[in-house]
């Protein structure tokens, strides 16, 4: 029958199995970080409301290899800017590409990162 669940339903323990391999995550990374400088009107345009620039309108672009027990090899670039939320210092994360489909749901829909 159309759009009646056949997929397989987890037990209790198989949830809770899963929720304690998660919930401690093991990476490694072998990374080169960028830093750059941009222009106030270009760092204004791209934050969203309730950010604020950072002391200096500058920039990041990490690229990485990673390796995670969750999700495998993936390969890794991530475009940000320095920020201020409330006056603390942070950084904003305008894009994240992702060479893998598992590592981008994970990422997505477990930790709430924009891809």
Known sequence: MAGQFSGKVALVTQVRAFEEYSSKPSFSQEAI???FATTPE???SV???GLELGDTPAGHILMSTMESKLCGEFDC???SLDVKFRGKPGTFILEIIVS???PVTWGREVWGEAK
Do not use: E, G
């Open 47 to 49: 934050l969203p409301p």
């Open 42 to 44: 270009y760092a204004r």
């Open 77 to 79: 670039a991530i475009v």
């Open 100 to 102: 893998n489909d598992l």
């Open 33 to 35: 970080v960028i830093d």
